[in-house]
């Protein structure tokens, strides 16, 4: 079958997705193509049904700390519970014929398939193809990234659909890296009496994230029993009659029934016919404007942009794509106030840049640190009010070009400092803000209250910040 209409999507993930849907409801004849789930990771396999997991060991765990706070609990944690709302409400037992319908349903044109460009505006599917009148776009997503380790490909290891699929859970488990995926899902598992060790190659959890939420997060792992190896890659992996063995570089030799492997995410360019449009199917990524245009007619969004491999920043670039299609003037992209949040518990929520980062680029930084727990609402809290909120400023502009914050809700604290971020607010206008009091995102005032003291780095005086360390 060969079809010609308006727009031809090549990978229906989340930010495929909503372009498509965007497009139809403009009126527009779409054809949407999809080797796995309609919707992709996200809703199947990540953000959705993780955040559902990490919902249910917070509820486990905020009844532990009622303990000589609110009275007295014995907690019976029921994993049974957790993997059967996973499957039955969250994911739909992984079935995507609901999206199907939906797309379907709107007047898309939907092939299952593995796509690839055979020519000018045209994606083939085993013996169909489509030809876009405007033009296609590319959005194929990203797989888990597998290292090279020593015997790895020799035994059952786990990546995250394994993971989020696991019923029951395993009695241990290993997690190859530290990032947000091996935080969020090994304290969950740790939460419902998994043993779990994660091992990371550089020296701390969170690497990408600043230094003082790496030291949040391992102590509140330390105390909740999660062992971690930071500064070791693993050597080798092999399978014995015990589980499944890693050595490290450092000599360290742990053993698990399982093995999850979580560092991070690759795109593979390699089999999408790049090259018949005059791409290079080799690249990391595909180079894109500021309309997300590749090529002439060719549009691309998503992680294989490069871009960060993070859902919102795929659906904010569809909504560019939209726009150019539609003949409108398309908002310029802004990255530089890119939110992004881990859901461990404390949350971690950052945007814009690290302190490490504006160094680099030659900022004239200051920095404010306060401690969650010397907050008003921290101190409140009493247990669980681990966290830090940290304000990176460039003080020849007087305006804030980065914040973390650790802690509970943090996610919801970033929304007021992604918004200070990206508009570019004075510290003195942030000062003059009245903040709600006690709120978390009141911290936000009570350090910058702090700032501007005459020292580069502020700390609160009356509070020792490795407290929370003990």
């Not at 031809?8 to 989340?14: E, N, P």
């Not at 609990?73 to 014929?97: C, F, K, M, N």
């Not at 309309?291 to 795929?314: F, N």
């Given at each position: 079958m060969k079809r010609e209409v308006d727009v031809v999507v090549l990978g229906l993930g989340t930010a495929g997705e909503d372009l498509a849907l965007q497009l139809l409801d403009s009126g527009l004849e779409v054809a949407g193509?999809?080797?796995?789930?309609?919707?992709?990771?996200?809703?199947?396999?990540?953000?959705?049904?993780?955040?559902?997991?990490?919902?249910?060991?917070?509820?486990?765990?905020?009844?532990?700390?009622?303990?000589?706070v609110a009275g007295t609990?014995?907690?019976?944690?029921?994993?049974?519970?957790?993997?059967?709302?996973?499957?039955?409400?969250?994911?739909?037992?992984w079935d995507d014929s609901f999206a199907v319908a939906r797309f379907e349903?709107?007047?898309?044109?939907?092939?299952?398939?593995?796509?690839?460009?055979?020519?000018?505006?045209?994606?083939s599917v085993d013996d169909d193809s489509f030809t876009g009148r405007k033009g296609i776009v590319v959005a194929t997503g990203s797989k888990p990234f597998i290292p090279p380790v020593p015997g790895l490909a020799d035994v059952n290891y786990w990546?995250?659909?394994?993971?989020?699929?696991?019923?029951?859970?395993?009695?241990?488990?290993?997690?190859?890296?530290?990032g947000a995926v091996a935080c969020e899902l090994g304290q969950v598992f740790a939460r419902f009496g998994c043993d779990v060790t994660i091992i990371e190659g550089t020296d701390r959890l969170l690497s990408h994230e600043e230094p003082e939420a790496s030291e949040v997060i391992e102590a509140v792992f330390a105390a909740e029993g999660i062992a971690v190896v930071t500064g070791e890659h693993a050597a080798s992996v092999s399978q014995g009659a015990d589980g499944i063995e890693v050595r490290t570089e450092g000599g360290h030799s742990i053993t698990a029934s399982r093995l999850l492997v979580a560092t991070g995410r690759t795109v593979d360019l390699s089999s999408l016919g790049l090259e018949e449009i005059g791409l290079d199917g080799s690249s990391r990524f595909i180079e894109v404007d500021d309309r997300m245009r590749?090529?002439?007619?060719?549009?691309?969004?998503?992680?294989?942009?490069?871009?960060?491999?993070?859902?919102?920043?795929?659906?904010?670039?569809?909504?560019?794509?939209?726009?150019?299609?539609?003949?409108?003037?398309?908002?310029?992209?802004?990255?530089?106030?890119?939110?992004?949040?881990?859901?461990?518990?404390?949350?971690?929520?950052?945007?814009?840049?690290?302190?490490?980062?504006?160094?680099?680029?030659?900022?004239?930084?200051?920095?404010?640190?306060?401690?969650?727990?010397?907050?008003?609402?921290?101190?409140?809290?009493?247990?669980?009010?681990?966290?830090?909120?940290?304000?990176?400023?460039?003080?020849?502009?007087?305006?804030?070009?980065?914040?973390t914050v650790v802690g509970p809700t943090a996610g919801e604290v970033l929304g007021l400092l992604t918004l200070a971020v990206h508009e570019g607010t004075s510290l003195e206008r942030l000062r003059n803000m009245i903040y709600a009091f006690p709120t978390f995102h009141g911290g936000i005032g009570e350090a910058l209250g702090a700032f501007g003291r005459g020292t580069g780095r502020i700390v609160d005086p009356d509070y020792d910040e490795n407290a929370y360390l003990g």
């Amino acid at each position: 079958m060969k079809r010609e209409v308006d727009v031809v999507v090549l990978g229906l993930g989340t930010a495929g997705e909503d372009l498509a849907l965007q497009l139809l409801d403009s009126g527009l004849e779409v054809a949407g193509v999809e080797s796995q789930l309609l919707g992709g990771e996200c809703p199947y396999w990540a953000c959705i049904p993780s955040k559902a997991m990490v919902r249910s060991s917070n509820l486990v765990q905020e009844a532990r700390r009622m303990n000589g706070v609110a009275g007295t609990s014995d907690v019976t944690p029921d994993w049974g519970l957790v993997a059967g709302r996973v499957r039955e409400q969250i994911t739909g037992d992984w079935d995507d014929s609901f999206a199907v319908a939906r797309f379907e349903g709107k007047g898309g044109i939907f092939a299952r398939g593995w796509g690839r460009l055979t020519g000018p505006k045209t994606v083939s599917v085993d013996d169909d193809s489509f030809t876009g009148r405007k033009g296609i776009v590319v959005a194929t997503g990203s797989k888990p990234f597998i290292p090279p380790v020593p015997g790895l490909a020799d035994v059952n290891y786990w990546t995250t659909h394994e993971a989020i699929a696991a019923d029951p859970l395993p009695d241990s488990l290993i997690i190859l890296g530290g990032g947000a995926v091996a935080c969020e899902l090994g304290q969950v598992f740790a939460r419902f009496g998994c043993d779990v060790t994660i091992i990371e190659g550089t020296d701390r959890l969170l690497s990408h994230e600043e230094p003082e939420a790496s030291e949040v997060i391992e102590a509140v792992f330390a105390a909740e029993g999660i062992a971690v190896v930071t500064g070791e890659h693993a050597a080798s992996v092999s399978q014995g009659a015990d589980g499944i063995e890693v050595r490290t570089e450092g000599g360290h030799s742990i053993t698990a029934s399982r093995l999850l492997v979580a560092t991070g995410r690759t795109v593979d360019l390699s089999s999408l016919g790049l090259e018949e449009i005059g791409l290079d199917g080799s690249s990391r990524f595909i180079e894109v404007d500021d309309r997300m245009r590749a090529a002439d007619g060719v549009w691309a969004i998503g992680d294989i942009t490069g871009k960060m491999m993070l859902t919102h920043v795929g659906v904010y670039q569809s909504s560019i794509v939209v726009e150019d299609l539609l003949g409108k003037e398309p908002k310029t992209p802004d990255f530089e106030a890119m939110p992004r949040v881990t859901f461990s518990d404390p949350e971690v929520a950052s945007v814009g840049l690290t302190e490490a980062m504006a160094r680099e680029r030659g900022i004239d930084v200051g920095t404010a640190l306060k401690q969650v727990p010397a907050t008003f609402r921290g101190w409140l809290h009493t247990v669980g009010n681990e966290g830090v909120v940290k304000l990176i400023v460039d003080r020849s502009r007087d305006v804030l070009v980065g914040a973390t914050v650790v802690g509970p809700t943090a996610g919801e604290v970033l929304g007021l400092l992604t918004l200070a971020v990206h508009e570019g607010t004075s510290l003195e206008r942030l000062r003059n803000m009245i903040y709600a009091f006690p709120t978390f995102h009141g911290g936000i005032g009570e350090a910058l209250g702090a700032f501007g003291r005459g020292t580069g780095r502020i700390v609160d005086p009356d509070y020792d910040e490795n407290a929370y360390l003990g």
